[in-house]
């Protein structure tokens, strides 16, 4: 069994930084992801990393404004969000696979936290 528990969401002006955490137990997590799902929209992938951290991908939408990183010691995935706009209120959640696969889809994700609330006021 493994459990993902994400923090670190929050109301924030435009502008504004935030950090999500992930925090993995249970087992060892290799591919993890951050997605995100506005109210009434469908879940849409945020960023992806790698086991080593080596390797990282993000959606156009987000590039050089946010960053995903890892802390394997402390079993923790990050997601640094840096000039917030009120289109990136959603709820977060943390994803992780044990099978190689698209980055993209949730189906290619084993396992999903309970998510963390992010909103961006104008």
């Known amino acids: 069994q493994g459990q993902l528990v994400e923090s670190g969401g929050g109301l924030v002006q435009a502008g504004g930084s935030l950090r999500l955490s992930c925090a993995a137990s249970?087992?060892?997590?290799?591919?993890m992801g951050w997605f995100r799902q506005p109210k009434g929209r469908e879940r849409e992938f945020v960023a992806g990393?790698?086991?080593?951290?080596?390797?990282?991908y993000y959606a156009d939408s987000v590039k050089d404004r946010f960053t995903i990183s890892r802390d394997n010691a402390k079993n923790t995935v990050y997601l640094q969000m840096n000039s917030l706009k009120p289109e990136d209120t959603a709820a977060y959640y943390c994803?992780?696979?044990?099978?190689?696969?698209?980055?993209?889809?949730?189906?290619?994700?084993?396992?999903w936290g309970q998510g963390t609330q992010v909103t961006v006021s104008s």
């Open positions: 994803a992780a696979r044990l099978y190689s696969g698209s980055w993209y889809y949730t189906s290619s994700y084993d396992y």
């Open positions: 249970g087992r060892t997590f290799y591919d």
């Open positions: 990393i790698s086991w080593s951290g080596g390797s990282t």
